[in-house]
Antibody, heavy 114, light 112 residues
Framework: QLVESGGGLVHPGGSLRLSCVMS????????LSWVRQAPGKGLEWVAM????????NYVDSVEGRFTISRDNAKNSLFLQMNSLRAEDTAVYYC?????????WGQGTLVTVSS | DVVMTQSPLSLPVTLGQPASISCRSS???????????LNWFQQRPGQSPRRLIY???NRDSGVPDRFSGSGSGTDFTLKISRVEAEDVGVYYC?????????FGPGTTVDIK
């Protein structure tokens, strides 16, 4: 089970931190990822992180603004989002195993608007 | 970035009839480990995406056997042998071979 939280309404330029708590599998054995979906649009990759957190990859549109991290002791994945823009408005999903995305959370909505 | 294209983008189907969605990538999806990381997802209205097929042709647990995937290199296909009402939704292909991983634009399947 993957459960996201932390979404909400934020002004342009603001910050938000998303969390995803996972259960039912050995959390520390899997790469993890964030994927987003703007309202009425398709799916877009955001970032992924290695099992120990030492490797991180971001798509260009969020590089330098978003930071993915994890806490293996708490089975938790995070996404720190800074300098938010209107185009970051989306449902953000956490998902397991980036090359396959075998399990997804229910998503949390982030709305960036003044 | 690898560009994923799907066709058609809209697919009205008759219940009980077959359906087919094509997915093409701008470069080969064969990874250095020999695997081809091409996946198919279904997103029903109001729900999170759900994976149906991984590594081209492997059906996920619980996925009905009317769904099948095939292809190689840059050309892939998802087939539904007999469409049921619960199959309505948007279908996405996704490549997990070259970072940044990318999704196709989605194909909307609905009932005629």
């Amino acid at each position: 089970q993957l459960v996201e939280s932390g979404g909400g309404l934020v002004h342009p330029g603001g910050s938000l931190r998303l969390s995803c708590v996972m259960s039912g599998f050995t959390f520390s054995s899997y790469w993890l990822s964030w994927v987003r979906q703007a309202p009425g649009k398709g799916l877009e990759w955001v970032a992924m992180i290695s099992v120990d957190g030492s490797k991180k990859n971001y798509v260009d549109s969020v590089e330098g603004r978003f930071t993915i991290s994890r806490d293996n002791a708490k089975n938790s994945l995070f996404l720190q989002m800074n300098s938010l823009r209107a185009e970051d408005t989306a449902v953000y999903y956490c998902a397991r195993e980036p090359r396959g995305l075998d399990y997804w959370g229910q998503g949390t909505l982030v709305t960036v608007s003044s | 970035d690898v560009v994923m294209t799907q066709s058609p983008l809209s697919l009205p189907v008759t219940l009980g009839q077959p359906a087919s969605i094509s997915c093409r990538s701008s470069q080969s999806l064969v990874y250095s480990d020999g695997n081809t990381y091409l996946n198919w997802f279904q997103q029903r209205p109001g729900q999170s995406p759900r994976r149906l097929i991984y590594k081209v042709s492997n059906r996920d647990s619980g996925v009905p056997d009317r769904f099948s995937g095939s292809g190689s290199g840059t050309d892939f296909t998802l087939k539904i042998s007999r469409v049921e009402a619960e199959d309505v939704g948007v279908y996405y292909c996704m490549q997990g071979t070259h970072w940044p991983f990318t999704f196709g634009p989605g194909t909307t399947v609905d009932i005629k």
